[in-house]
């Protein structure tokens, strides 16, 4: 079994800087894509949207809204993945979840794992 803890949300004024972190730990694992998600208030859980991943070639992408603001990085050794958030916006306001695609040793299948969410609020 594997888990996933998040770090880094809180409370910033409009145009502050967040930095979000998600480790997964766990047996003979290997990570493939690891994304952010977030679920803005009001929404259901179907409704979250993605806003960044990366893949394990290092490969990424952004929804339209954050581009040039977020920046999904990881760090392969530590099976972390990060989402550096500049110039927040009270539209950045949301649950932010950590997503990750991984495979168990010795098998193709990849299976997908959700952190638990961690509360972003932008607000003056």
């Known amino acids: 079994q594997v888990q996933l803890v998040e770090s880094g949300g809180g409370l910033v004024q409009p145009g502050g800087s967040l930095r979000l972190s998600c480790v997964a730990s766990?047996?003979?694992?290997?990570?493939?894509?690891m994304g952010w998600y977030r679920q803005a208030p009001g929404k259901q859980r179907e409704q979250r949207e993605l806003v960044a991943e990366i893949t394990d070639n290092g490969s990424t992408n952004y929804a339209n809204d954050v581009k040039g603001r977020f920046t999904i990085s990881r760090d392969n050794a530590k099976n972390t993945v990060y989402l550096q958030m500049d110039s927040l916006t009270p539209e950045d306001t949301a649950v932010y979840y950590c997503?990750?695609?991984?495979?168990?040793?010795?098998?193709?299948?990849?299976?997908?794992?959700w952190g638990q969410g961690t509360q972003v609020s932008v607000s003056s």
């Open positions: 997503n990750v695609r991984l495979s168990y040793s010795g098998t193709l299948i990849l299976v997908s794992y």
């Open positions: 766990g047996n003979a694992f290997r990570t493939h894509a």
